[in-house]
């Protein structure tokens, strides 16, 4: 290995664990000017706490910022940076938060979480244009059976447990608010971008079965047969409902 | 044809997209964080574009991480090609540092050592970013809190001699020379001195932070004064070159880095007059 190499291992070593490596420094402890390597130190856990608490806004104000500090210099040793731009620092949270659930107040506080990164991610999405009623009108009748709908690539679709929403619209607007504790509700959130801001609102099991499909690439017909096998009696209006919907809020796109 | 902009910048920030759009300011061009745009779509592009209509720009990354001994990082540079060719910057700058190895990124810039290895490492990788790019490079000194047992060399000695071996060109920070030279105790008009004349083509400003018998480049408050003394000896010497504000902590109204940049173009527009007399 090169000495620059191994300078660099052994620098980024000292970051990692949190402490100074000796024999790096022209000069080192009392000596040692320029603030030393305590500034890169402790530089790195503020950046990176800060980069997560932008990323996880309402879960931040829901810890509070020194439990969410704790837990954010938990989640930087085990999962430190790969990514270019600190934007997506925090993509394993949710992930290392639902294996050590212990580390939260309350489970609930996780579906906050969830809710915080699917927002993030639906904010930078790829655009696309919007499918409108005219689209719609536009289509042959023989070519609906056939014919995909797309959701906009922005759309999230996460499986919550709890009724968490209040209090994130809540907390999103206001660090300071007070709220009941949620109660238990197991359903879907979806969010989505239709121009510049997001969307979001909850959605029953049907209509989710129906826009996992779409992701998925079904059509239409096969559209309406999950939500047939989703039990309700009149899959073809329903699906055609769920359609008029989803145009109104901007939720497909035209390709 | 090699790109020119001329003027006052400053970097543009979020806080500041609805003022961009919704008025006209006194500033020359902008400088935009290159890796706030490497996303799909949303606000930040659409921001981008609508202020790239009024404002020339120039881009500026956080993590090229051009000193590391991690191969380039061919998917960013691919990234980054795509956002020159949107945005058609004047040119494109990063810091000389490193910020990881090992496929990590530490998200700060890390202080190189200034060795012969070194030069030799970053000989081919600065031509090989040009070359992706389609574009000059400029690397921004950086300020440091440490200084390697390995140096051979004054960071002034190894930034001459690898502009003279690479033909890249500066960004030179002055307050990052200022801050250093604080913590590393020597003359930043040695530092400003030794600057190849025509190798700069930028400059930043920036406000630090005092912590008792060292700084720390924080860009979270005005320019101080012997900061400005050092700009003013740094146009003396180098002469007008395209010059800017950075602030990435709080960033106070738009108004107020406007004044803050008119002192800037009034004491450089001064100078000249002055030499010119």
């Not at chain 2, 604080?182 to 930043?188: C, D, S």
Request: negative net charge.
């Amino acid at each position: 290995m090169s000495t620059l190499a191994d300078l660099q291992q052994r620098f980024q070593q000292s970051i990692l664990r949190d402490h100074s490596t000796p024999g790096l420094f022209a000069a080192e402890g009392a000596l040692l000017a320029g603030g030393g390597m305590g500034v890169y130190l402790q530089a790195y856990r503020a950046r990176l706490t800060a980069a997560l608490g932008d990323n996880f806004l309402v879960l931040q104000r829901a810890l509070g910022d020194d439990a969410f500090a704790v837990l954010a210099h938990a989640y930087i040793d085990a999962h430190p940076s790969h990514f270019r731009s600190i934007r997506w620092f925090g993509h394993r949270l949710v992930e290392f938060l639902a294996a050590a659930p212990e580390r939260l107040p309350h489970p609930a506080v996780l579906d906050l979480a969830r809710m915080d990164w699917a927002m993030r991610t639906a904010f930078d999405a790829a655009d696309a244009a919007a499918l409108t009623a005219d689209d719609l009108a536009a289509l042959q009748l023989e070519d609906w059976p056939q014919r995909r709908f797309t959701p906009l690539p922005s759309l999230q679709m996460i499986d919550l447990a709890w009724c968490v929403e209040p209090i994130w619209k809540a907390l999103d607007a206001d660090a300071a608010t007070t709220s009941e504790e949620p109660k238990p509700l197991a359903h879907v959130l979806l969010i989505w971008r239709p121009t510049l801001d997001c969307c979001w609102r909850s959605s029953d099991t049907c209509e989710a079965a129906a826009l996992r499909a779409l992701t998925q690439g079904a059509s239409f017909a096969d559209c309406c047969t999950v939500i047939a096998e989703s039990g309700v009696p009149e899959p073809a209006q329903t699906a055609a409902a769920f359609l008029q919907r989803w145009i109104a809020e901007g939720l497909l796109g035209k390709e | 044809m090699r790109k020119t902009l001329n003027g006052f910048g400053l970097g543009l920030r979020t806080e500041h997209y609805r003022d961009f759009v919704e008025s006209p300011w006194h500033v020359d061009w902008l400088e935009i964080i290159s890796e706030n745009y490497l996303v799909a779509g949303g606000k930040p592009l659409y921001y981008l574009d609508r202020i790239r209509r009024d404002y020339p720009m120039v881009m500026h990354g956080v993590s090229l991480s051009i000193g590391s001994c991690d191969a380039l990082d061919s998917a960013y540079l691919r990234q980054l090609r795509a956002l020159v060719d949107r945005v058609e910057p004047a040119w494109v700058s990063d810091h000389l540092c490193w910020t990881g190895t090992g496929s990590l990124n530490l998200h700060d810039l890390l202080p190189l050592p200034y060795t012969e290895a070194t030069l030799r490492q970053l000989e081919p990788r600065v031509a090989q970013v040009q070359e992706a790019l389609g574009q000059p490079l400029l690397l921004e000194n950086v300020s440091s809190y440490v200084r390697y047992r390995a140096d051979e060399m004054s960071e002034w000695e190894f930034i001459r001699e690898l502009v003279r071996r690479t033909g890249c060109e500066l960004l030179l920070d002055v307050n990052n020379v200022y801050v250093s030279s604080v913590n590393h105790h020597f003359n930043p008009h040695t530092f400003i001195d030794a600057m190849p004349l025509t190798a700069v083509r930028q400059i930043h400003l920036a406000g630090h932070e005092e912590h008792g018998s060292y700084l720390i480049d924080t860009h979270d408050q005005p320019i101080c004064e012997a900061v400005f003394d050092l700009y003013l000896y740094t146009v003396k010497r180098l002469g007008s070159i395209p010059t800017m504000i950075e602030r990435d902590d709080n960033i106070p109204p738009l108004a107020e880095l406007i004044a803050e940049l008119d002192c800037v173009r009034a004491l450089a527009q001064r100078i000249q007059t002055e030499q010119a007399a």
